[in-house]
């Protein structure tokens, strides 16, 4: 099994996005025993908070499942050991979660974008309102990243 967790600033845009968004396309991959994927943020602020209204719209629009319960939760030093991958959706988030997790002995830290070979932030919406540029940002990446695991 594989252990994915997606970070973003405060894990109610973007990184519970990625998390929904992955989860779909390894069910209908009929990948589902092959994963456990969850989401956190790197920051505080958010604890406890649920999913942001405008990123579930955006879910819902694309027809991307989500668990309502769902709610904001921070980065551990132990997330490191419990999980394979730890995937971040923009440089700040590797600068936050090094105060978290200082070190990255087996490169399980990588940038949500580089799966697609491109080394650029997704966009956070809570400032762009943009939430269908990340979505798109989110699904390549979460679609490259999948692929990529197929030919492990």
């Not at 845009?13 to 968004?21: D, G, L, Q, V």
């Not at 090094?98 to 932030?121: A, H, T, W």
């Not at 762009?128 to 390549?140: K, L, N, P, V």
């Amino acid at each position: 099994m594989l252990n994915v967790l997606f970070v973003c600033h405060g894990n109610i845009c973007r990184s519970p996005m990625a998390e929904f968004i992955f989860k779909k396309m390894v069910k209908d991959a009929g990948k589902e025993g092959e994963y456990y994927i969850e989401s956190a943020a790197v920051s505080a602020e958010d604890l406890g908070s649920p999913i942001y209204p405008p990123a579930k719209r955006c879910l819902t629009s694309h027809g991307i499942p989500f668990d309502s319960s769902k709610c904001a939760r921070l980065v551990t030093r132990a997330d490191y050991n419990r999980f394979d991958r730890i995937i971040i959706m923009d440089s700040q988030n590797r600068r936050w979660l090094s105060r978290i997790i200082p070190d990255d002995p087996e490169g399980k830290v990588q940038l949500m974008m580089s799966f697609c070979g491109i080394n650029r932030d997704v966009a956070d919406p809570w400032y762009t309102g943009d939430f269908e540029a990340s979505y798109r940002d989110i699904t390549a990446g979460c679609k490259a990243f999948l692929e990529q695991q197929k030919s492990r």
